[in-house]
């Protein structure tokens, strides 16, 4: 990464956490704000769908959450990693808190959805504050939160879920939270994984050790693999907290399809 691009996304992020202080809502409540870019913008209802499963899945035991939408923003790439890690997108955000362009952000999580490639990694990027994923296609073709999850909130691995699992993925990020907050369990012969894990937990070389919040990561050749939209337990009360414990970008790459 250039030195320049470097520093601008430190000065950026700085700039957020700042902004998180100093715009805090009265009763606490959670802001998140999605950005569309201009291609993702084409695709009927995108928006209100991730503000549908943001509203479900982030809302933490005693706080409301606040998913809105910020509208379309203009990007040189679809690339939805490379947006946030070489700062073009938390540069934007710093700018337009200054009032040198038209994206007003918000103190919790400022989240931009392309239509970037979900095949290849790294597919999104989370950090203190800023997050961004591609998959816009995809998630315009994913069912409601109520049809998907049902009462277990569990679904099986399509494109159009795992890409809306790892938006939540990116969140979490942006809210502090980090891998070792993620769990996967083995029930009979399937293996469910949290949004932290999401497909690292099939992914052959990550770390397989205990997670902070559970067990080792199970064997999973031969077995059937689901998605759970509940964050742990342990991922859950560092939400109630604000996310304190971490809150570093993301610097592993998110598997593939």
Request: proline content about 5%.
């Amino acid at each position: 990464m250039k030195r320049r691009v470097f520093l601008g996304t430190v000065g950026s992020a700085a700039s957020l956490g700042t902004l998180a202080y100093t715009t805090r809502s009265d009763d606490d409540a959670l802001a998140v704000r999605i950005w569309l870019s201009e291609r993702a913008g084409r695709y009927d209802g995108v928006a209100d769908r991730v503000r549908e499963f943001l509203a479900r899945t982030l809302a933490p035991e005693r706080r409301r959450v606040e998913p809105t939408v910020g509208g379309t923003v203009a990007v040189s790439t679809e690339d939805a990693a490379r947006l946030t890690s070489r700062g073009e997108w938390p540069l934007a955000l710093a700018a337009g808190r200054l009032g040198r362009r038209d994206i007003d952000p918000v103190s919790g999580v400022n989240l931009l959805v392309t239509d970037g490639g979900m095949r290849d990694a790294p597919t999104g990027y989370g950090g203190p504050r800023v997050a961004s994923v591609g998959g816009a296609r995809h998630i315009e073709r994913l069912e409601s939160v109520d049809d998907l999850l049902g009462d277990d909130w569990v679904a099986p691995v399509t494109t159009a879920a795992r890409t809306m699992h790892v938006l939540l993925h990116e969140v979490g990020h942006a809210l502090g939270l980090a891998h070792r907050h993620g769990v996967a369990a083995r029930s009979g012969d399937t293996v469910v994984a949290t949004p932290m894990l999401s497909s690292y937990a099939w992914a052959p070389d990550f770390d397989p050790s205990p997670t902070r919040c559970g067990g080792a990561i199970p064997q999973t050749d031969g077995l059937e693999r689901r998605l759970d939209f509940a964050f742990s337990a342990c991922a859950r009360r560092e939400l109630d907290d604000d996310g304190r414990d971490g809150g570093r970008p993301e610097t592993r790459r998110q598997a593939g399809d």
